[in-house]
């Protein structure tokens, strides 16, 4: 292998921020025409080398090589010029403008002093066509799926000649079908001589496509290995340093009595005729497609949202839940889907997060007891193992795992029988993963019950006692132990697809 | 290294914290060396009653801010309501009545603005400068365009004083006590820092965010009433057109006093030292006979460094946090 096979070669990066070295001398070499995936705890490194190459942030020490030459990159733009894509996590664009206006979005063409827009559409329309997608050039962007959107996105790369595309956990808010559009766009992108550096938590997929994968940990690149000659055991082991013995923690509880039971509920146009119950002790996973309706029928039973019909059962007693604090009131409590969104606060303290729900604990009499809520808060998140320097930093500074073991700590002080956690392991690294799991373990070991939703199945399958699958609104079925598998529960959620087409032939 | 760097973040935290307190000592010392007459017990009284009725206004909106709204109409609301209090004042000489008319009035308009704004979800800018125009043309409408005069006793809570002390500043400092307390001391006062942080976070652990907004007008109301009063007292009359542009006065000493705009952030003690940071700044230019049209040019460019500053700051701990 010469040296004109790397498109790509970074050696001896080191990045130092006041206080963290976050990269130190780093080597990475791409290969023309390959998949190289990088693996590695969140704060390992990975955002910040892949920052430096996409000119955000420039290295302290240490050489980038572009096709054998010694390059410096000054900012995004820059990078453009070298032919390096970057495809966010979080995807960038105006969701009010259309589907052209976007892909050409600060790069408009000219003519005189106006855009030459005829030339866009033609341009436009043509590059749908050979990408074989089918938009409309004038389509507005909120009109399309997040899945669309990083078509376009690679489609943008691809129009600007990239020859390095980076892609950041691109795949943590698409589904599996969506997933496998993706992973054809590589195969066809790699097919053209481009190379990609892709970022992923989920070692299904990694091995699904990478060629080459390189693994982080503390700021530096642990080690590089061909996908065919290292297990999935072996990438979590050197992620973490530590033998994960079992990805997921299973305990066996008792299960105990009927805690909630859904009859019925229906909400018209987003889910109908959700029926389920829940018993102590108890984790009851709810699989599906994005779109299923698996959220929206949580956000109603937790108060968020409304509903038209059908009625819950909390305890055996029927409950009418018109908000978010009555559903608290009768011992329910939800993490929801995104933490920084509706989640967390990010400028308030740790202390001010874990009191949030309960703050009728801690204001009795009309006035505040701060003891009390010292008290709470430190019970409270040392049970959740939350490390942080002390309960008065905002909790923006914490790491992921950590505000999301905040919020259980949040809802464990609320005492609920019932735990709703929508993807609550989402952009979590594998350490604390297995926290997150501990920590559910505990609620159940309690005699509370928990519903979890989960895109990631294999989660489900480990950590779930039953399944609901659902789809298009309706539950499609529900699977026990035994019937577990990625199989049985794809199949019901496509399942309604199915019959549609069944008819339809 | 570690310890080093904790301590280190520790001093820049407490700096950036009272660097309003910092910078009001450094103004203070600024003035005393620039005018002879600054440091003396007259002249800083009567800067505490000129900004007693501003802090007062500014203690509601510094409410409205942290929990994510904001009131354009208090200038306006204590035109309407104060010329309303003087005319029952006048008709009844009642003073309990007059104080009761303003506040029920200013409560009203501001009753108003919550339901625009929690009900109906308009932007607050929106919404209170849609009040701001109607509450000046109720002003004005009843009035005539006159100014009310012959007020008689009622000059007496703006001008009087109780001992050394002037009747506006006792007022200020009561109703700062109580709003410190309603702050840090009360279920509501927290739920407004969780709804200017993050009003769906807020509200997906069931608090009430409608109701907490609400609430922040309804307080604002009460303290543009009471605000309205001692500023017709002071000024000796019904003024339908005065008053004018106090809500940016407010909104200065609000922002100064390092109340965040983006919501979530601030402290009632903070609005107060912001208050006379501004309040100072005014008075020695007035003592130095400094032009007023250049005075209002150096207030504008204070509130520009003080945003500035509140954005520099947040964005430095994001990137801090950002690695």
């Known amino acids: 292998m010469g040296a004109e096979n790397n498109v790509l070669e970074l050696s001896n990066i080191t990045k130092t921020f006041p206080g963290v070295k976050a990269l130190d001398k780093v080597n990475f070499k791409l290969k023309k025409g390959t998949v190289h995936v990088l693996c590695g705890e969140n704060g390992a490194g990975k955002s910040t080398l892949m920052k430096i190459i996409d000119g955000v942030y420039k290295q302290d020490e240490g050489d980038i090589l572009i096709n054998g030459q010694k390059v410096s990159i000054k900012d995004p733009l820059d990078a453009k010029k070298h032919g390096i894509a970057m495809i966010f996590q979080e995807l960038s664009y105006v969701p009010d403008m259309t589907l052209e206006e976007n892909l050409w979005l600060g790069n408009w063409p000219r003519k005189g002093p106006g855009i030459d827009w005829k030339y866009i559409r033609t341009y436009t329309t043509e590059l749908l066509k050979k990408e074989g997608l089918p938009y409309q050039p004038d389509v507005k962007l909120r009109s399309l799926s997040v899945s669309d959107i990083q078509m376009l996105e690679i489609l943008k790369a691809v129009s600007n000649d990239a020859q390095i595309i980076i892609m950041d956990e691109p795949t943590s808010a698409i589904t599996n079908k969506e997933v496998d559009k993706l992973f054809a766009k590589i195969e066809e992108l790699k097919a053209r001589g481009a190379s990609i550096i892709y970022i992923s938590h989920k070692m299904d997929e990694i091995f699904r496509i990478a060629d080459e994968i390189t693994i982080f940990r503390d700021g530096r690149s642990i080690i590089t290995a061909n996908a065919k000659d290292i297990t999935v055991d072996q990438v979590v082991e050197y992620m973490v340093n530590r033998k994960i013995e079992n990805q997921y923690p299973k305990v066996e509880t008792k299960v105990g009595k009927e805690l909630l039971r859904v009859e019925h509920l229906t909400r018209n146009g987003v889910f109908q005729d959700v029926s389920f119950h829940l018993h102590g002790g108890e984790i009851v996973g709810f699989a599906g497609l994005m779109g299923a309706g698996r959220t929206e029928t949580m956000r109603a039973i937790f108060g968020l949202d409304p509903y038209d019909s059908g009625s819950i059962f909390i305890n055996q007693k029927q409950v009418t839940i018109k908000n978010v604090r009555q559903s608290i009131q009768n011992g329910i409590a939800m993490l929801t889907e995104d933490r920084r969104r509706s989640g967390i606060i990010p400028i308030l303290s740790v202390r001010e997060n874990t009191t949030l729900a309960s703050l009728e604990r801690i204001f009795t009499g009309g006035r505040l007891h701060p003891r009390e809520e010292q008290k709470l808060v430190a019970e409270s998140c040392e049970k959740m193992h939350v490390k942080t320097a002390n309960y008065e930093t905002p909790i923006q500074t914490l790491s992921g795992g950590n505000q999301q073991k905040v919020i259980f700590a949040k809802w464990l002080l609320c005492n609920p029988d019932v735990l709703i956690a929508d993807e609550p392991t989402r952009g979590i690294d594998v350490g604390a993963k297995r926290e997150i799991y501990n920590l559910m373990n505990q609620f159940a070991l309690d005699g509370k019950g928990i519903i979890m939703i989960s895109s990631e199945l294999p989660e489900l399958i480990g950590v779930c006692d039953r399944i609901y699958v659902m789809c298009e609104g309706h539950i499609s079925g529900m699977l026990t132990r035994d019937q577990f598998s990625q199989e049985a529960i794809m199949q019901l959620a496509i399942a309604v697809h199915r019959n549609e087409e069944e008819l339809a032939q | ?323």
């Open chain 2, 1 to 323: 290294m570690n310890q080093i760097e904790t301590k280190n973040v520790n001093f820049r935290k407490i700096i950036s914290k009272y660097s309003i307190i910092l910078i009001l000592i450094i103004i203070m010392v600024m003035c005393t060396i620039a005018d002879s007459n600054f440091l003396t017990v007259n002249n800083l009284l009567n800067v505490c009653r000129q900004q007693s009725v501003t802090i007062i206004v500014a203690l509601g909106e510094m409410a409205l801010i942290i929990c994510g709204a904001l009131d354009l109409s208090a200038g306006s609301v204590i035109a309407f309501s104060g010329v309303l209090s003087v005319m029952s004042y006048k008709a009844t000489g009642s003073m309990l009545l007059a104080f009761a008319v303003a506040i029920l009035i200013s409560l009203f308009i501001n009753f108003l603005n919550g339901i625009m704004v929690t009900k109906f979800k308009a932007p607050a800018f929106i919404a209170t400068l849609a009040t701001q125009m109607v509450a000046r043309g109720a002003a004005l409408y009843i009035t005539n365009g006159q100014n009310v005069y012959e007020i008689g006793d009622y000059t007496v809570v703006g001008q009087g004083s109780l001992g050394p002390v002037p009747i506006p500043v006792v007022f200020m400092l009561v109703i700062f006590l109580i709003v410190a307390y309603l702050m840090h001391h009360t279920r509501w006062g927290r739920s407004t820092y969780a709804v200017g942080g993050n009003a769906e976070a807020a509200n997906a652990s069931g608090i009430n965010t409608n109701m907490v907004i609400m609430k922040a007008y309804l307080l604002h109301g009460v303290l543009v009433g009471i605000a309205a009063v001692l500023f017709m007292s002071r000024v000796n009359g019904g003024l339908p057109a005065g008053a004018d542009g106090y809500e940016m006065d407010a909104l200065t000493a609000t922002i100064v006093g390092g109340t965040s705009f983006t919501g979530g952030i601030g402290t009632p003690w903070g609005t107060v030292v912001g208050a006379f940071v501004v309040g100072f700044l005014s008075n020695i230019m007035n003592l130095m006979t400094i032009d007023s049209y250049i005075q209002q040019m150096v207030r504008g460019a204070i509130i520009a460094v003080a945003v500035i500053w509140d954005i520099y700051s947040k964005s430095r701990n994001t990137y801090r946090k950002g690695k």
